[in-house]
């Protein structure tokens, strides 16, 4: 729901210097644009951004939490252009989500384990707060992150979070438009293959919800961990091994081009 690239970062490590890999994040992290609220709509940005790359197929495409679902309409509009998407991949995410179960999910699930994740963005866009600056909470979201990282100071002494920083305002509002954006998304019938990639903690079904939509079946991998912490090590290391399996060519063509979807 961040919408950063920074959690792949390892998984690109991972999976080595040969395979190729370019990641795809929010519109409004940066402070250029307003944040976008409908996932068809990020998907036509992000394809355009794709074919400045790679202009024609085969494409690999991943997505890790709600970076799954834009990868799956970014393969819809590549398949209505008439495009080959090699591998879809969907890293734990749930596409059977009710929209007051999504809410629930990213407040019960989700968000205790996103200080990490923001916490490396943030150090990165240098905006941490310096002792003694005041806070300021502009939202539930704000509010509700202003608790779990009060808590996380206390703690484990980490750095206090300035919600005044323009960084984390953009932040904040790129997560509620992606939670917009999930409620309102209506997937269609995709006609091809997922792979999905799921942990064994989560029990909501076998696919999740994938099969009532890839025509073409599902590929299911296992994986070790939760959702939060399957990008971190050691989990990655498992994860890196069954994608990069899923990327190999055949004929031992170089590695094709893997774009992750934040």
């Known amino acids: 729901m961040a919408g950063v690239v920074f ?5 690109a490590r991972q999976l080595g210097t040969e395979q190729p890999v370019y990641g ?5 992290i940066a402070g250029e644009a307003q944040p976008l609220t409908r996932i068809e709509t990020m998907a036509e940005m992000y394809l355009q951004a794709i074919r400045q790359i790679q202009p024609e197929g085969p494409y690999q495409l991943a997505g890790w939490s709600f970076g799954g679902v834009v990868a799956l309409e970014l393969a819809q509009q590549l398949h209505q252009a008439g495009q080959t998407v090699g591998l879809l991949a969907i890293i734990d995410t749930p596409l059977a989500v009710s929209t ?5 999910l990213f407040l019960t699930t989700v968000l205790p384990y996103l200080w990490p994740y923001m916490a490396d ?7 941490l ?6 806070e300021r ?8 992150l202003g608790r779990l990282f009060q808590k996380k100071d206390r703690a484990d002494a980490s750095p206090k979070l300035n919600f005044d920083t323009p960084g984390v305002q953009r932040l904040l509002r790129v997560l509620q438009a992606n939670i917009q954006a999930g409620r309102q998304y209506k997937p269609e019938r995709y006609p091809g293959q997922v792979t999905l990639f799921k942990t064994a903690i989560n ?5 999740w919800g994938w099969g009532d939509v890839a025509t073409g079946g599902i590929e299911l991998h296992s994986l070790p ?3 939060m912490n399957l990008l971190r090590s050691p989990q990655v290391e498992v994860l890196a091994e069954q994608l990069a399996a899923c990327l190999a060519q055949p004929n031992g063509d170089d590695p094709r081009v893997l774009t992750a979807v934040a």
């Not at 963005?121 to 905006?127: D, E, G, I, M, T």
Request: glycine fraction near 12%; proline fraction near 7%.
């Open 7 to 11: 959690p792949y970062y390892e998984l």
């Open 24 to 28: 795809l994040q929010s519109v409004g």
């Open 100 to 104: 007051l179960g999504a809410s629930r």
């Open 121 to 127: 963005y943030l150090a990165q866009r240098s905006v």
């Open 129 to 134: 707060l310096q002792p003694g600056v005041t």
């Open 137 to 144: 909470q502009p939202s539930w979201l704000a509010r509700k």
């Open 203 to 207: 029990h909501r079904g076998v696919t």
């Open 225 to 227: 961990g939760h959702h």
